[in-house]
Protein backbone atom coordinates (compact mmCIF):
# COMPACT_ATOMS: atom_id res chain seq x y z
CA UNK A 1 0.00 0.00 0.00
CA UNK A 2 1.34 3.25 -1.15
CA UNK A 3 1.22 5.94 1.07
CA UNK A 4 -0.50 9.28 0.87
CA UNK A 5 1.57 12.35 0.62
CA UNK A 6 -0.54 15.12 2.34
CA UNK A 7 1.32 17.99 0.76
CA UNK A 8 0.37 16.61 -2.97
CA UNK A 9 -3.28 15.81 -1.99
CA UNK A 10 -4.12 19.22 -0.60
CA UNK A 11 -2.29 20.90 -3.62
CA UNK A 12 -4.33 18.63 -6.14
CA UNK A 13 -7.75 20.14 -3.73
CA UNK A 14 -6.32 23.67 -3.83
CA UNK A 15 -6.03 23.15 -7.79
CA UNK A 16 -9.68 21.97 -8.07
CA UNK A 17 -10.62 24.84 -6.01
CA UNK A 18 -8.87 27.66 -8.30
CA UNK A 19 -10.57 25.96 -11.33
CA UNK A 20 -14.03 26.76 -9.76
CA UNK A 21 -13.23 30.36 -8.87
CA UNK A 22 -11.86 30.99 -11.87
CA UNK A 23 -15.12 29.66 -13.78
CA UNK A 24 -17.25 32.32 -11.69
CA UNK A 25 -14.36 35.14 -12.77
CA UNK A 26 -14.65 33.82 -16.23
CA UNK A 27 -18.69 33.95 -16.03
CA UNK A 28 -18.11 37.81 -14.63
CA UNK A 29 -15.95 38.43 -17.60
CA UNK A 30 -12.92 38.84 -15.94
CA UNK A 31 -10.88 36.66 -18.35
CA UNK A 32 -7.11 38.17 -17.84
CA UNK A 33 -7.42 37.71 -14.29
CA UNK A 34 -9.31 34.25 -14.68
CA UNK A 35 -6.18 33.08 -16.67
CA UNK A 36 -3.12 34.44 -14.43
CA UNK A 37 -4.95 33.07 -11.50
CA UNK A 38 -5.68 29.24 -13.26
CA UNK A 39 -2.09 29.06 -14.40
CA UNK A 40 -0.20 30.24 -11.09
CA UNK A 41 -2.90 28.17 -8.68
CA UNK A 42 -2.83 25.06 -10.95
CA UNK A 43 1.01 25.05 -11.20
CA UNK A 44 1.68 24.81 -7.34
CA UNK A 45 0.50 21.42 -7.45
CA UNK A 46 2.11 20.49 -10.96
CA UNK A 47 5.13 21.36 -9.13
CA UNK A 48 5.09 19.68 -6.22
CA UNK A 49 4.18 16.24 -8.22
CA UNK A 50 7.07 16.80 -10.41
CA UNK A 51 9.16 17.33 -7.04
CA UNK A 52 8.42 13.78 -6.49
CA UNK A 53 10.24 12.58 -9.38
CA UNK A 54 13.21 14.11 -8.63
CA UNK A 55 16.99 13.93 -10.14
CA UNK A 56 18.55 15.16 -6.70
CA UNK A 57 17.69 16.67 -3.61
CA UNK A 58 18.73 19.94 -5.14
CA UNK A 59 16.26 19.44 -7.93
CA UNK A 60 13.50 18.34 -5.15
CA UNK A 61 14.50 21.65 -3.22
CA UNK A 62 14.11 23.97 -6.90
CA UNK A 63 10.88 22.34 -7.87
CA UNK A 64 9.14 23.37 -4.57
CA UNK A 65 10.77 26.42 -4.01
CA UNK A 66 8.92 27.23 -7.95
CA UNK A 67 6.06 25.84 -5.86
CA UNK A 68 6.16 28.55 -3.16
CA UNK A 69 6.73 30.89 -6.01
CA UNK A 70 3.26 29.82 -7.59
CA UNK A 71 1.87 30.08 -4.24
CA UNK A 72 2.96 33.70 -3.70
CA UNK A 73 1.89 34.40 -7.25
CA UNK A 74 -1.75 32.62 -6.80
CA UNK A 75 -2.62 34.77 -3.34
CA UNK A 76 -1.73 37.76 -5.58
CA UNK A 77 -4.68 37.79 -7.75
CA UNK A 78 -7.50 37.23 -5.15
CA UNK A 79 -6.17 40.15 -3.20
CA UNK A 80 -6.67 41.99 -6.22
CA UNK A 81 -10.29 41.34 -6.50
CA UNK A 82 -10.66 42.00 -3.39
CA UNK A 83 -9.58 45.31 -3.14
CA UNK A 84 -10.58 46.38 -6.70
CA UNK A 85 -14.09 47.43 -6.80
CA UNK A 86 -14.30 46.24 -10.27
CA UNK A 87 -13.33 43.19 -9.90
CA UNK A 88 -14.58 42.27 -6.50
CA UNK A 89 -17.10 38.80 -6.83
Known sequence: MEKQNIIVEKSFQFALRIIEYCELL??????????????????IGANIREGQNAESRADFIH???????????????????????????
Open 26 to 43: EENKKYIIARQLLKSGTS
Open 63 to 89: KLKIAIKEAEETDYWPLLCKHSKKLSI
